[in-house]
């Protein structure tokens, strides 16, 4: 059986090309930028004021305190500054453009102005250039500001505006329908009558998506029946990725693998030594890709995150969408008979001396419920039988980790 990290790479191997368009600047928070910006202006576009005061010839206050006439002021937003002649100041605000021939300006804190309103003693000294942001010094016209594959976040969308960039073009979002196998399945509405279970996977695999900025196509509950499956495969087929869960093991009506063969796919690997999620499928038809997650709810989610995540992450444009990995100690024992990775939920917090990992109790892969006060998850290698408390693990940090560490 092949390892995770084969497995990984068997899938970002199969990507198809990536998309771009054109997104607003209203929603481009969270997208990956397809192209560099470069600035279309100087920013600041004249030499800016960085305090409210005087802008003055700093020659002139060499000798400080020295009186100056107030010949003008320029005000955030005024229109031409006005002009300075040595032994002259003019009140400035923050953000107003530095007259002409000023080189520097003093804080109002360190001036004095005359009862009559005509002059101003400044009280210290100022260098050539202080308080003044000069023209083009946070970006020179024509220089990139953002990068491609940059992530849009609150202060790139403030970049954007200063530039007037309205829209810009970002990394398209893959199309993902998703379809939960199963004749056990009732909704979460529905009363399961003996023998059902409601359909979890459904919502976790939507909140997973949803993490990603991805809203999939939820295509219901598919039966046992290799009909039924094709039927809700063919509505799935203008989708970018089909993610199914449920009905890839060895049992008797586990029909996806089949039918996915059936409808033109092809299976690219079926079988990751992992725990859980050992029966996990991925195939490709052309541009399209399907992953077949057990339906077991920490399987599911496990799998999505080991396999989905990277590869629908990749096509948002994201060069590193893996969860990221700590390595912290372990506070207690672990065994597992080897052979697999483990993907066990775990605590794990910043101590003073660096992370600490808790591994909690759960019961198996069906377990959600213990799996849900994780907030990540510990790898247990494959070639390992047990592990010691005190000993270095690693652990990957669950999607909304930083969310969950501010919640409690
Ligand atoms: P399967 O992968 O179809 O063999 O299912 C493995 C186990 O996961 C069975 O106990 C199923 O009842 C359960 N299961 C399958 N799909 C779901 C689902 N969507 N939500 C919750 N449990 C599921
Ligand atoms: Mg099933």
């Excluded at 976040?153 to 954007?160: D, I, K, R, T």
């Excluded at 990277?310 to 024992?333: F, K, N, S, W, Y």
């Excluded at 597992?336 to 775990?346: D, E, V």
């Amino acid at each position: 059986m092949i390892s995770v990290e084969q497995a990984v790479e068997i899938v970002l191997g199969n990507l198809p090309a990536r998309g771009t368009e054109r997104v607003s600047i209203q929603s481009v928070q969270g997208r990956v930028l397809a192209a560099d910006l470069t600035a279309n202006c100087d920013v600041p576009p004249f030499n800016r004021s960085a305090m409210d005061g005087y802008a003055v010839c700093a020659a002139d206050t060499v000798g400080a305190p020295v009186s100056l006439e107030i010949a003008g002021e320029s005000r955030a937003g005024g229109g031409g500054a006005a002009t300075l002649r040595p032994g002259r100041a003019v009140s400035v605000m923050t953000g107003a453009p530095v007259p002409a021939d000023a080189d520097a300006v003093q804080v109002i804190e360190q001036t004095k102005r005359s009862d009559d309103g005509c002059r101003v003693t400044v009280l210290k000294p100022v260098h050539t250039g202080e308080n003044i942001v000069p023209r083009g010094s946070e970006a020179a016209s024509g220089e990139i500001v953002l990068e491609a594959g940059r992530l849009a976040g609150p202060s790139e969308l403030a970049v954007l505006a200063t530039f007037g960039y309205e829209s810009v073009m970002v990394w398209r979002r893959p199309s993902v329908a998703l379809l939960t196998t199963g004749d056990e399945l009732v909704e979460v509405h529905e009363e399961p009558h003996f023998g059902q279970i409601r359909n979890s996977n459904a919502h976790s695999l939507r909140g997973q998506l949803r993490l990603m900025g991805i809203e999939a196509d939820y295509l219901g509950i598919a039966r046992d029946d290799k009909q039924n499956l094709r039927d809700r495969m063919a509505q799935a087929s203008a989708r970018d990725v089909t993610i199914l869960t449920g009905g890839v093991s060895m049992g008797e009506y586990d029909f996806v693998k089949e039918v996915l063969h059936e409808v033109g796919f092809k299976i690219l690997f079926a079988g990751v030594a992992m725990r859980p999620g050992k029966p996990t499928v991925f195939a490709r038809r052309g541009d399209r890709l399907a992953f077949g997650l057990p339906g077991n709810p920490v399987s599911t989610f496990i799998a999505f995150e080991n396999f989905v995540r990277p590869a629908l992450g990749r096509l948002c444009g994201i060069a590193r969408p893996e969860l990221p990995r700590i390595h912290g100690a372990l506070t207690r024992d672990m065994k597992q008979s080897p052979g697999r990775t483990a993907y066990l939920p775990a605590q794990v917090r910043m101590a003073q001396v660096g992370w600490e990992i808790e591994p909690l109790r759960w019961r198996g892969s069906a377990d959600i419920i213990g799996f849900a006060r994780a907030n990540a998850a510990v790898i247990f290698p494959a070639d390992r039988d047990s592990m010691k408390g005190g000993e270095t693990a690693e652990a990957l940090l669950l999607p909304d980790y930083f969310q969950r560490s501010q919640a409690r």
